[in-house]
């Protein structure tokens, strides 16, 4: 037995001594998957007492304001996150010019952003006050997320402790907090509050670690030639990260206009349990997108040699999330209460649409290495355009479980379904389905990283 996990281990551990960017790139998705899985397991809990406090009517609520706010977002972050740090890899020397003139931008959109979902949510619910004061609480959040800018440097040097530094504390200081609210028997609005508090920590905290690693916002330099070059490339990203959230997040908008609050707040419960993990994917991501440039910039073959490796653990992953949550699925809802008992077919269906989300998560950075942000709007428009189409028929008819089946559709179709019309996209789109069928690839795969171990890792 012994003999057989020293077989299986060291391929391996010679893989990583080989690599110092290898090793740079675990470290870094370390941390992040460590802040990922505090934040998962705090939530987990504080999310059950949340649920079980507020009752799926007012849950329903607080989900309504919060995906009517996320509807949006995409226009405050105005598509700069991998941009920027793209543009720090390959121009490190102008990284206050980049990053001054990101937050600028940053900062015009999430006024413009706040400015119209207030406008939006009194044209939808012009009678509900309350509804109106909750949406213009979150979207306050949004100004603060400008300075997520700090964050784009420490991702392109592979650097993720400052992020999970001030992501970890705020969470904690801020659930902590929503605790202390149910023991006190809080009214709903104050959650709403709860969520602006946690942006204004995270704010402070990059703030102070951008200081601590000797650097200065006072230093950043905003330049309009750079501005309006990131506008130029990011503007189909702000477009197609704009219909992904609609179609991440219009379903709950629907079910609460079409089906009313309480089942809004069952299919949220499934939506937050097919969706906690989903930090995984953006954690690997986030650390792995440098060196996908760096690749494109030394050979072809490194480089999808590389994008296939991505998918191939992505997808694994995906798997493995939504076999073990398969089998646990009706011990998860439960803690939820009885009221939520109804959430677990939805979860059912719905944790296979993690298989799509870490597909298109990884196929990101092959788009923004290519510099393919219009087909990554186009593809997303296509997703989105499925998916209201398919619960405006289906949500009248079968509720939360129509909004369900029509998400795990669009998402492939997002992802995987719309390679197939775009020349540009067939070879990444191979590389997907050659990822999906992962589970009867594992031999080959460990064979071959065997053999890679025993030469020399690029």
Known sequence: MIQKWRSFSQPVVNLVARSQALKKIIISAGWLAVERIFRMVISFFVGIAIARYLGPEQYGQLNYAQSFVALFSSIAALGLDGIVVRNIVRQPSRKDEIMGSAFVLKMFGSLFTITLTIALIMLVRPEDRHMQWMVALVSLGLLLQSFDTIDYWFQSQVNAKVKVYAYALSFFLVSMGKVVMIVLHAPLIAFAYAGLAEAVIIAAGLLTGYRLYGHSIRNWRVSLTCALEMLKDSWPLILSSLAILIYMRVDQIMIGEMAGDHELGVYSVAVRLG????????????????????????????????????????????????????????????????????????????????????????????????????????????GCLANVALNVLLIPRYGAMGATVASLFSYWLQTHGSCCFFPALHRTGAMQTKAILVPFRLKQILSQLHIRSKGEYL
């Open 275 to 382: 969706e906690m993990w989903y930090f995984v994917p953006i954690a690997i991501v986030s650390s792995t997108y440098p060196s996908i440039v760096r690749a494109k910039e030394t050979s072809e073959e490194l480089f999808y040699e590389r994008l296939q490796q991505l998918y191939d653990v992505m997808a694994f992953i995906g798997y493995l999330v939504a076999i073990v949550t398969t089998c646990f699925a009706s011990v998860l809802v439960s803690l939820f209460g009885r009221e939520y008992a109804a959430a677990v077919p939805l979860l059912l269906c719905y944790i296979w649409i993690g298989l799509f989300v870490n597909l298109g998560v990884a196929r990101t950075s092959f788009l923004n290495t290519m510099n393919y942000t219009r087909l990554q709007f186009v593809t997303s428009l296509m």
